[in-house]
């Protein structure tokens, strides 16, 4: 069974930094584009970022663009989001998700909170 | 950016019932690039339906996608207790994805 988890979610004052982690397995990493999405408090879900297999391309949010950075290392199975420059609106449970081929999301993990507060 | 519309935002049923989904989207979506999710309280989304039609690996066969254009429905037939949680529609298209606001299952 696919299985990923994030981890390094803590609270941050405004304009700030932090970097997200998540650890995959049971299926060949390096084989799929890979995801972040977040969710507000009580709130729907937003789409953050992507990159493809090799690392090659990425893609942001408006929302975060300028702001995240998002990498992989293929050699340790592994997801990152770097964030800079914190907002209160980029409070949420962040998600790593498995790219099901065919532009959906087919494998979640439990998600890790970023609450931005002074 | 294409925006997803779910209908209706609360719906109250009972098990047993026929449950409809609507998503309605600001321009066409290819069929190929609309799914739907399921998320109960305290647990990550669950894919359920991806291209519009085709059932994720597990998922029931009471649950059903159909639609094309800008209209898509999630159907299930037969409501189990289980069943009652929030649903999205997502969509892609110009390399961003979007997700509707979801539609909240009850229990009547």
């Known amino acids: 069974e696919v299985q990923l988890v994030e981890s390094g979610g803590v609270v941050v004052q405004p304009g700030g930094s932090l970097r997200l982690s998540c650890a995959a397995s049971?299926?060949?990493?390096?084989?799929?584009?890979m995801h972040w999405v977040r969710q507000a408090p009580g709130k729907g879900l937003e789409w953050v970022s992507l990159?493809?297999?090799?690392?090659?391309?990425?893609y942001y949010a408006d929302s975060v663009k300028g702001r995240f950075t998002i990498s992989r290392d293929n050699s340790k199975n592994s997801l990152y989001l770097r964030m800079n420059s914190l907002r209160n609106e980029d409070t949420a449970l962040y998600y790593c998700?498995?790219?099901?081929?065919?532009?959906?999301?087919?494998?979640w993990g439990q998600g890790t909170l970023v609450t931005v507060s002074s | 950016e294409i925006v997803l519309t779910q209908s209706p935002g609360t719906l109250s049923l009972s098990p047993g019932e026929r449950a409809t989904l609507s998503c309605r989207a600001t321009q066409s979506v290819s069929s190929s690039f609309l799914a739907w999710y399921q998320q109960k309280p305290g647990q990550a989304p669950r894919l359920l339906i991806y291209?519009?039609?085709s059932r994720a690996t597990g998922i029931p066969d009471r649950f059903s996608g159909s639609g094309s254009g800008t209209d898509f429905t999630l159907t299930i037939s037969r409501l189990e207790p289980e069943d009652f949680a929030v649903y999205y529609c997502q969509q892609y298209g110009s390399s961003r994805y979007t997700f509707g606001q979801g539609t909240k299952l009850e229990i009547k």
């Open positions: 990159i493809s297999w090799d690392g090659g391309s990425t």
């Open positions: 291209g519009a039609s």
């Open positions: 049971e299926f060949t990493f390096d084989d799929y584009t």
């Open positions: 998700a498995k790219d099901g081929g065919t532009y959906h999301f087919d494998y």
